[in-house]
């Protein structure tokens, strides 16, 4: 499809006075054409010209300055999503002079939102960090040497050697907060023999993600919204959250055919303006809400019997909780109706304060839409509550009740729409379990504790001899960031920090190395995600070292490309490893071998090239254009693997895999060597889904067997912020700390200027009707109090909350001290922190935002001075005693600020978030379970080991 740009009277009038460029002359003048792919209505040049395209120079108007650039895409690093780029990169200067989108990029097809652009910024940062750099006096004590890569790397290859040498291989962990490099720390980390993974993702989506696992064994929704006809969200999807962009774009288009949005969000988002019904539930309420609209949906039978009785094992359920009951699929309809006999609209309403008619209209509507209802939910409420993983739960109910379940229109699991690379070397799955990222007291959690590291720490349960932090900030993002700093100070505790990462951050201030890594369009990484039902693959590439190559410099490494020594992972890890085992003794140096060049180091490109040979579909593509896969991904930066991807349960198991099966004739199982590899249904041999009984599990057996009977079916949990608790005459009210601004990045937009414009201050949004009956006023500076603490921050009055609730962005609130690197200075307040003893923290803002020199002229000429208040530091931790989760959500007291107060004073006392954290703790149910498991060999672990350590 071509796209041939049409000017409009303004341009033709402009085009006559020679303010702009001849828009009518075909080929006259430069940037006179432009191209489109399907679904992408965007100005672009065509492919075949971005190599030599050339524009007027806007900074030369009135004259008329030619200016040639190349365009290279890579792919955005700002948030999960992965949108396409595309980056103009001056022949002249190779300096990069813009990022837009890539219309050949599946999934964003050519729409970026405003961070994606903003990358630019993060690349021309004046305070970035460009060289490695060691700390010389204690740790934190804010004293850096610049250092020698090869130095960095001797010291930390010869410490790791040592630990693996000594079988301390526990001692080793990676801890990443911006993943991305898809299946590369896997390859890693299992070389070296680590059960090293920790992820940030317990004190982001885990709860919303057990929730849809113990239904499919998956555990993300990906919804088909094109092709809904009713769309329920409980989250921000048109502005903000996982996948948005791409997913705004598809909401709105379904929005175009005429399909229904609702929304349950306590707080008057963006989305909710937009959508038909907003449902401003009060927090925790959720899957009250969700059940009540489960039993209209039963009760005025608008559900989907084929799908229920085809693929639920409804028949477990009966045959457990129903003995001696006949098991037919009335029978369990009667069973059904009895168990959400109680969830009546009414008693929502009570709980959420949702209207109980909107609660049965909505129910209806999503009767009617059937297969084509699409649903999401992502962190916000799944996140925030006690028992939140009953919210994706509670939601994905709908789903199965109406068949929704992988259809045209419906929501399939996220597993369907994501692809896996096939890297080149398979290491042997680790033999070691670490109990410091996964106790034996969560069982079930879905995701590692890794909020809860300095806790472990603190406790004796073991130590660190070599801490990665890879983009992670958990002293500025996690909750309880002042146990983190006590923790990452102690030597003891972590030997050695590395922080891996592409700006200064609160964390890699307590590090030992801070070391620079690329952002977007400076590093290698493969990104695949579930935006759309369909699979695509997306490289993000280092755009200068492609520019190099293509003007006939090529480098050997990333960073000599880059800015100062900026070096990209993939590169650091490769090196890393090859160091750890020189002589290739431990047997970690055969896995960075190349696959091409035999008994040589891996390539950067030969490992990428590896990947993109075995995309299927990939190489005969690029083979019609007379390259080769790693090639056209160079040119294109994404390829759609497969489109239409739906009910992939339905998909039929070959004669290979067949062959040694056996079928149990009362389920329709098919097993083989004790495992189950699919389910009959129908008379046809289907891979179901990947749970025990390969069908949606509305009874989890796995509750049960895990001493949580109460919680075999999905249900309604009561939130730690649950209003029963709660008296606002002494103003206590529920605080709402996780949603996010549409234009910043949890830490990592500090030094982007034009983000950091648009948003630079979270206040506290409190009702009309609140404020006017505790006496604020808008703008009065108010005293949070938390279980832990307190923070100072202003009053935000407005409607756009429901009474009884507050919230608080978390983006904002970022700092340095006096002795810390000038860095982040669009965003950072610089503070002064003082530790009384006995875990006592206060930390107060003695410099708010200021225009300074630099050379950036931009740095001058900041006008806003306010840069926000840092909430997560107050709160305490809240592991949801099942999935893991950090239960986000806050019981807080507000008053009118002290006397003393200032705006961004903050007080902490960690020993009291110790005992929290051990009140929590008490209410898990720990291992083993059955067999003397550490968790059930079904579910999925984040990186898996060997199957011997799951026995305690
Ligand atoms: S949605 Fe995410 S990946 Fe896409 S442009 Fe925005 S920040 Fe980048």
Known sequence: MSYTHKPTVIETIAEKLHLIADLHAEGSGPATKSAAVDGAQVNCPPPDQWDNWVEYDSKSWPERKSKEYMLIPTACFNCEAGCGLLAYVDKESMTMRKLVGNPYHPASRGRNCAKGPATLNQIEDTDRVLYPVKRSGKRGGGKWDRVSWDSVLDDIAGRMRKAIQEGRNNEISYHVGRPGHEGFMEWVLRAWNVDGHNSHTNICSSGARFGYAIWEGLDRPSPDYTNAKFMLLVSAHLESGHYFNPHAQRIVEARMKGAKLAVLDPRLSNTASMSDYWMPSYPGSE??????????????????????????????????????????????????????????????????????????????????????????????????????????????????????????????????????????AKPKLQTFWNTLHLPDEYPLAHFEMSFLLPHFLKEGRGKLDVYFTRVFNPVWTYPDGFSWIEALEDESKIGLHAALTPTWSETAYFADYVLPMGHAA?????????????????????????????????????????????????????????RIDPDGSLGIKQYCMSPYRP????????????????????????????????????????????????????????????????????????????????????????????????????????????????????????????????????????????????VLIHSRSGNAKWLAEIAHRNPVWINASDAKSLGFEDGDLIRVNTDIGFFINRAWVTEGIRPGVLACSHHIGRWRREQDPAANRWSTNRVQIRHEGSGKWKMRVEESIEPYESSDPDSSRIFWSDGGVHQNITFPVHPDPISGMHCWHQKVRIEKAHEEDRYGDVFVDTDRSHQIYKEWLAMTRPAPGPGGLRRPLWMNRPFRPDEKTYYL
């Open 287 to 424: 899957p009250a809400v969700l059940l009540a609209m489960a039993k209209v949906i039963i009760d005025e039978g608008l559900y989907n019997r084929d799908y229920l009785e085809n693929w639920v094992n409804w028949k477990e359920y009966l045959q457990q909780d129903y003995h001696g009951t006949p098991v037919t699929f009335e029978e369990f309809i009667e069973a059904l109706k009895k168990e959400y006999s109680s969830y009546t609209p009414d008693f929502a309403e009570k709980e959420s304060g949702v209207k109980a008619a909107t609660i049965i209209e909505v129910a209806r509507k999503i009767g009617e839409a059937g297969t084509n209802f699409a649903t999401h939910v992502w962190r916000s409420a799944s996140s925030g509550n006690l028992g939140g993983w009953e919210v994706s739960r509670t939601l994905h109910f709908l789903n199965v009740l109406t068949g929704s379940v992988g259809t045209p229109g419906g929501t399939s699991p996220s597993a369907w729409n994501k692809f896996h690379p096939d890297v080149h």
């Open 599 to 742: 008994g040589e180091k891996i390539t950067i490109e030969e490992y990428y090239r590896y990947i993109f040979e075995r995309v299927p579909g990939l190489p005969e593509t690029a083979a019609k254009e007379g390259i080769s896969a790693l090639e056209y991904m160079q040119k294109y930066g994404a390829f759609e693997v497969e489109s239409n991807v739906y009910k992939v349960n339905e998909r039929t198991l070959s004669e290979a895999d067949l062959q040694g099966s056996s079928v149990q004739q009362e389920t329709g199982l098919i097993t083989k060597n004790g495992k189950s590899v699919g389910v009959q249904v129908k008379g046809a041999n289907c891979t179901g889904f990947p749970t025990p009984s390969r069908k949606q599990e509305l009874y989890s057996r796995t509750m049960v067997d895990w001493k949580w009977p109460e919680y075999r079916l999905p249900g309604y949990i009561k939130s730690h912020v649950h209003q029963e608790i709660m008296n606002r005459s002494k103003g206590e009210f529920v605080l709402v700390p996780t949603f996010r601004l549409p």
């Open 522 to 578: 400076e590093r290698h990484d493969i990104i695949s995600y579930e935006t759309h039902a369909g699979k695509w693959i997306a490289f993000r590439q280092p755009v200068l070292r492609v520019a190099h190559a293509k003007m006939g410099h090529p480098v050997e490494y990333t960073w000599q490309a880059n800015a100062g020594e900026v070096w990209e992972e993939d590169e650091f890890w490769i090196e890393l490893t090859w």
